[in-house]
């Protein structure tokens, strides 16, 4: 029987795969080297050829194409100038708030100046009258210094003080025991001495009209004098009760 003969030895048998391996494995010819160089020069052309096209992309470009992105660049101009408005609006309307909200504030912080000094818990500064009532036979009245504060009050004055007491809207003025002037519980010694701040071209004149204050205390067998100050100050403060019933909603 004819056939392929079998290696016996070991060694027979790695010599015919080694033999067999090196038919199998591809060779390189020289014209499949000059295919692969053609290959990439080829491809190194087609990519300058790429870049050169995007290069030229607006020289080769149509005159509708060009309008085309003509247009579309002035639409994105538009577009950001819109924006660049509306940001600068936006701005103002921030700027704006900031200024409102600071004439808020001032306007706050004069209005609570005005409440503390008509409540009498800061001290006050202006023009205003000095006005003194000497009462050596202790026949000026209670009802007689009440007639000249409400006088004071009704000719403008917006700070009161009698004695070293400060006049606030809940003052009271009553007689002592001995026929003295009590203001708020604290004896006042004559003569009485009356502060007030306010316009003293009318306060003046109202206490000196004919049977106003000035007369009442002349009637009463006192002197009344009164003098007017480009600035007086009044130091005498008051300190606000706590209330009993009441509580600050937040």
């Known amino acids: ?18 033999n067999l391996r090196g038919t199998l ?53 538009d577009s950001l100038e819109d924006e660049n408005a509306e940001l600068d609006r936006t701005l103002a309307s921030l700027e704006a708030g900031q200024e409102d909200d600071a004439a808020a504030q001032s306007a706050a912080a004069e209005r609570l100046e005005d409440l503390e000094i008509l409540a009498g818990t800061v001290p006050a500064e202006g023009r205003g009258v000095h006005v003194t009532i000497s009462d050596p036979t202790g026949s000026v009245s209670t009802g007689i210094v009440l007639g000249v504060v409400q006088e ?43 502060r007030a701040i306010g316009d003293p071209t009318v306060m003046e004149p109202a ?18 004098t009164v003098r007017t100050e480009d600035k007086l100050r009044i130091d005498a403060v008051r300190e606000l009760a706590e209330p009993t019933h009441s509580q600050v909603v937040k």
């Not at 029987?1 to 080694?18: F, L, V």
């Open 1 to 18: 029987m004819t056939g392929t003969r079998i290696p016996e030895s070991h060694g027979q048998q790695r010599r015919a795969w080694r």
């Open 25 to 77: 494995a591809p060779r390189p010819t020289l014209s499949q080297l000059i295919v692969g160089l053609l290959c990439f020069l080829l491809g190194l052309s087609i990519a300058a050829q790429v870049g050169q096209r995007e290069e030229d992309s607006l020289q080769g470009a149509s005159q509708q194409e060009l309008l085309r992105l003509l247009d579309e660049s002035g639409r994105h101009v």
């Open 207 to 224: 206490l000196k009209i004919p049977g106003g204050a000035a007369d009442s205390v002349s009637s009463a067998g006192g002197t009344f």
């Open 152 to 194: 004071l009050r009704n000719a403008g004055a917006e700070v009161l003080q009698i004695g070293p007491v400060r006049v606030i809207a809940s003052t009271s003025i009553t007689a002592g025991a001995d026929g003295s002037i009590v203001v708020d519980g604290t004896e006042i010694p004559s003569p009485y001495v009356i």
